[in-house]
């Protein structure tokens, strides 16, 4: 029976792919997003950007902002809880989120462990930087994986450097002898089933999204030709000029991530980016939370 | 016996996996130009239905599908695909592609704790899995609309001449009774 759910939770992944799911703030938001094509929507208090401004500790968003973005979509509604809380896993639970990212994003509640996400019947998304965390997050429970990436930046560096890096260590596990996979299980920290599985697949058992720092048609088109599934945007749209149209165009760009007609047409006139952070001026390294 | 498949979002690749086991071809349709190439068959799959009808219109494909259906063309569409089909969706105030005589109710079951496996009867067809994920169900059908699958008094499954639609998700299980029933109607077209 629950390994049944997982399959569904993972099966719910599944249905995402080739979508772009974008962080909301408020019912209106999330009207305008699924209006535009995302296939989910991140339900939040504060958008990456503007947690890095503002600073200080940052958690769940409030129980009734969620209800309110689930009651005015339709597609499903995912929602953070902080590294290891998993009490605020329990209350999303109860709300019946879609999916719980549990996220670098936020302030961590646990510097060493993850929430055990066995325990629970919703399924989590989790971020990601290299194969280890991604196995070792799937191992917890993970029906979902996407980069890290540094969320809130506009800045793509860093998901283009954690999707290569997976991708690498993908390509490497395929390729290595049946008989050093048991060293390779102790190396990455994970069971050795996991190792096993990439070995032979040549690819995660689950979903894998690019998340953290797309902020263009054309970041996520270069995320999709770098093996992402699908694409988180967070900050990218809400903190652009013209969020409905930068919104539809990043769905555009990730169905026809391949044809650069079609992406130089989305491209055109889409009013101001997001101003964005360098990867230098940043304070805050969201992606060294939780390994 | 050449399969296009609807690849703007969602499950698709499934699909392809599925007809690749019954060794029939596929491509994907991302485009207008792809609805060019010769096909016997189209699937819509699953994924998120307002996506799907959003790229539909925006890539200018809307009209060129419709049209393919209503001249008789084999269509097969799963979840997000039968809402697309679906003259009505009852909760929802899109109108889709509209070319099948029934009423559908998206998100029927609730929320993904309320998606679910099970053993179903296909066209008379004992023991096939059927699963549903945040899935919808037919609430009415109308005149020559056959009725493929009952799942505690919702229908799950329906037939209208050339078109095809399941609530659930046969391309998510290894079982290949439904795509087998689809080849076969592509056949006979």
Redesign the interface.
Known sequence: MKNERYELNKELAQMLKGGVIMDVTNAEQAKIAEKAGACAVMALERIPADIRAAGGVSRMSDPRLIKEIQSAVTIPVMAKVRIGHFAEAQILEALEIDYIDESEVLSPADDIYHINKHDFQVPFVCGAKNLGEALRRIDEGASMIRTKGEPGTGDVIQAVKHMRLIQSEIRNLVATREDELFNKAKELQVSYDLVKYVHENGKLPVVNFAAGGVATPADAALMMQLGAEGVFVGSGIFKSGDPAKRAAAIVKAVTNFKDPLVLAEVSENLGEAMVGINEEEIELLMRERGE | MKIGIL????????HANMLQALNVDSFEI??KKDLNQPMDGMILP???S??MY??LV??DLFDSVKEKIQQGLPVFGT??GLLLLAKTVH??SNPYIQTMDIIAR??AY????G???TIGTFAGIENVPF?F??APYIEQVGDGVEVLAIIDDKIVAARQDNQLATAF?PE?TKDLTIHRYFIEMCKKQ
């Open positions: 690849a703007l979002q969602g499950a698709f690749i499934e991302r485009q699953g994924g998120e307002t996506t959003k790229l925006d890539l979840c997000a909760n929802h998206k998100n609730g929320r993904q704790l998606s679910f496996r699963v994920i945040r998700h998510l």
